[in-house]
């Protein structure tokens, strides 16, 4: 078992509105990190991913991770992309400022969570909208899943129960 070059709590974000998240305080936790955006056609994922948080508050914490690189289907400033998620969804769970999770101006936490040099399991690459990385207590990586497996998979559940 080979772990992290950088210790994922040591990448710094910012909040939608923000303000810095200090990701050290999920530890003990596991993270779903999912990159959002509000004209897709996985956007319906967000339902199932604030069901999830309700679910499972106790032990997992799910950040969205808004990004415009797909078919540029989340074009929206911070405000707007807070009011769609509240209207349309009722979501609750902690929203990133809005981010590039490939190319040249990729965003530490994406180099971390797609290169096998930085969390010490495995290289990926992302292809598009709702792809979800999952996080164990300790901040080592444990998964990823294409838009395609929903938050409620059984692919992903069995990391949670």
Not at 127 to 149: A, H, M, P, R, V
Request: with cysteine; hydrophobic share 30%; charged share 20%.
């Amino acid at each position: 078992m080979t772990t992290a070059i950088q210790p994922l709590y040591d990448i710094k974000i910012n909040s939608l509105q923000g303000n810095p998240i200090d990701l050290q305080q999920f530890q003990g936790k596991k993270i779903l990190f999912v990159n959002v955006a509000s004209k897709c056609g996985f956007t319906s994922q967000y339902r199932d991913l604030q069901n999830l948080q309700d679910t499972y508050k106790d032990t997992l914490i799910i950040i969205g991770v808004p990004c415009n690189q797909f078919g540029k289907q989340e074009p929206g400033d911070a405000s707007e992309i807070q009011e769609f998620c509240e209207i349309n969804y009722g979501i609750t769970f902690l929203i990133t400022e809005k981010i590039e999770v490939k190319g040249e101006n990729q965003h530490p936490l994406y180099a971390w969570l797609t290169q096998k040099s930085n969390n010490g399991k495995q290289n990926s690459t992302v292809k598009w909208n709702f792809q979800k990385y999952l996080i164990d207590e300790n901040g080592e990586f444990l998964n990823y899943y294409y838009s395609i497996t929903s938050p409620t998979s059984s692919r992903l559940l069995k990391y949670l129960k």
